[in-house]
């Protein structure tokens, strides 16, 4: 007699952009655990497209529809972060656990709504904050742990943001909340501590230096700028511990100094993109840096050569880009290195299936980040120095008693 197949659990998918895609999409379709119940889009010619290839039962260009689709167990949302409160509230309204991207919401008080509301509710939130399920970020973890007294960081963050086509260029309107939300989440985790201050400064639109301030008395600098080129890694830690030191580049590297159980160099795999040429894959996990400079270096190459970093906005010139990218083509460059993704998801949706406390980012760790991103921007507004309260991220979590809170 065979065994009877477990059930996989149904998902709602909300975005069919460059992210959900090229991600969540492709985890839920290789996984075993996880099936594509309903897709949605508003925009019908990209939700045809993704839809075709990855098969929902159901598909629709009104998010609503999947909110409310009883089929649907757990939701998964990644559209504009405008978005974002209004599709978390409606999922938290029906008893839905979501996995929303980040951030979270654009604003503390949205996010304290939301963490308010999932917790009255009892209903699990996370928060695409997936680089603390990177492989790399474990070792990390294990270095940050390995020290009791304050330390210092430099976390770098940089791209060529004239790489966005004109429909993604919502990105750049503020990158501290889009982009530099993920490393407020990260160094916290990293860190175990709450950020208490911020200072930062702006040199130009989007070009920022941000100095954060933790209760433990550790220190970070983050250097966060849309003007950095494709052909360097685009994240970069150094930690500075006890006459001891750690560093990461792009997740692909660790290198630890001084370290008991950190070897000087950890090589990570890349991740794997359906329809790309994937030898990076093997290829990082036995070179490392060397092989991920090269990779930049020739996607750079097709960028610039084509015309792509001069207008984004000109179809011809992704065109000449696409055939210098090879065919298959290389995965875009910023999702070469496994930054987590694919677990962050998969695990979220197995605790929750299993009634097990989901190990992601909650809903109170999307409101520290919001509340990081905007300190920051006042900070450069007003010239001064702006200081956080936990309390206003760690309020919720205490005395409600539900399963978010574990
Ligand atoms: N975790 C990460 O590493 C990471 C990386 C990139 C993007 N993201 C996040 O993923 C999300 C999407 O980013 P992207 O790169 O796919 O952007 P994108 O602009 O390529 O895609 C956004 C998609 O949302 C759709 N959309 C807009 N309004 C909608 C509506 N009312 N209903 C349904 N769909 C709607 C658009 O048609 C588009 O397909 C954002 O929240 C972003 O911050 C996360």
């Known amino acids: 007699m065979s065994a009877e197949k477990p059930k996989r659990i149904r998902i709602g998918a909300i975005g069919c952009g460059q992210f959900m895609s090229q991600q969540h999409l492709q985890t839920i379709a290789r996984s075993e655990h996880l099936a594509l119940q309903h897709l949605a889009d508003v ?3 990209k939700l045809q497209r993704v839809a075709d290839r990855y098969q929902p039962a159901r598909r629709s260009t009104r998010w609503e529809d999947v909110v409310a689709d009883p089929e649907v167990e757990i939701v998964v949302a990644g559209v504009v972060p ?11 309204g029906r008893g839905k656990p979501i996995y929303i991207e980040k951030p979270l919401a654009p604003t503390v008080e949205e996010c304290q709504n939301l963490q308010h509301l999932a917790d009255e509710r009892g209903v699990p939130v996370a928060v695409g904050f997936n680089r603390r399920f990177a492989p790399a970020t474990a070792l990390l973890k294990r270095a940050f742990q390995s020290v009791a007294s304050p330390v210092t960081v430099f976390y770098r963050i940089a791209t060529d943001d004239r790489i966005r086509p004109p ?3 919502w990105k750049t309107a503020d990158t501290l909340l889009t982009e530099t939300v993920h490393i ?9 501590s709450e950020p208490v201050a911020i200072v930062a400064h702006e040199a130009r639109p989007n070009d920022d230096l941000v100095l954060v301030d933790y209760a433990s008395g550790s220190r970070a600098a983050i250097l966060s700028s849309s003007y950095g080129s494709l052909a360097q890694p685009k994240e970069h830690l150094e930690a500075i511990l006890d006459c001891r030191a750690v560093e990461m580049d792009d997740f692909v590297e660790v290198r630890g100094y ?4 950190l070897p000087p160099v950890t090589r990570f795999a890349g991740r794997p993109y359906d329809g790309c040429d994937n030898r990076h894959v093997d290829d990082f996990a036995q070179r490392g840096l060397p092989a991920l400079l090269e990779m930049r270096q020739r996607y750079e190459a097709a960028m610039r050569e084509s015309g792509v970093l001069a207008d984004s906005a000109d179809p011809a010139a992704w065109d000449r880009a696409r055939a210098r990218l090879g065919d298959p083509p290389l995965p875009q460059i910023n999702y070469a290195s496994d930054k987590g993704w694919g677990v962050a998801l998969e695990n979220f949706c197995l605790a929750v299936a299993q009634g097990r406390c989901p190990a992601n ?3 109170a760790d999307g409101n520290r980040a919001t509340a990081c991103a905007t300190a920051a921007r006042r900070s450069i507004q007003s010239n001064q120095t702006v200081s956080l309260d936990a309390r206003s991220w760690s309020l919720a979590r205490r005395g409600s008693g539900s399963p978010q809170v574990c």
């Open 258 to 261: 001084g370290i008991a159980g």
């Open 43 to 45: 925009d019908p010619v």
């Open 82 to 92: 405008s978005l974002h409160p209004q599709i978390a509230r409606a999922a938290i």
């Open 184 to 192: 407020f989440d990260l160094l916290a985790y990293l860190l175990g």
């Open 361 to 363: 980012a909650t809903a």
């Open 167 to 169: 429909d993604q260029r």
